[in-house]
């Protein structure tokens, strides 16, 4: 994947702002939930960390 690649050659961290789970997980070496400007969730994406963030995903 592009994005996970560059990330390695560069060292540099990204900010993506993703809905699609599956997606976000595997660019992602931790996850940050916002709710209205608020940090409600900060969890790495592990399986168990990605569970509980689908608690916060309500469409």
């Known amino acids: 994947m592009a994005l996970v690649e560059l990330r390695r ?6 900010l993506v702002t993703e809905q699609v789970l599956s ?3 595997a660019v992602s ?3 940050i939930v916002l ?3 608020t940090v ?3 969890t790495g ?3 168990r960390d990605v569970e509980a963030v689908k ?3 309500t469409v």
């Open 9 to 14: 050659a560069t060292g540099c961290a990204m």
């Open 23 to 25: 997606f976000a997980t």
């Open 29 to 31: 070496d931790r996850m």
């Open 35 to 37: 709710e209205r400007g």
């Open 40 to 42: 409600v969730k900060e």
């Open 45 to 47: 994406t592990d399986a």
């Open 55 to 57: 608690a916060f995903l």
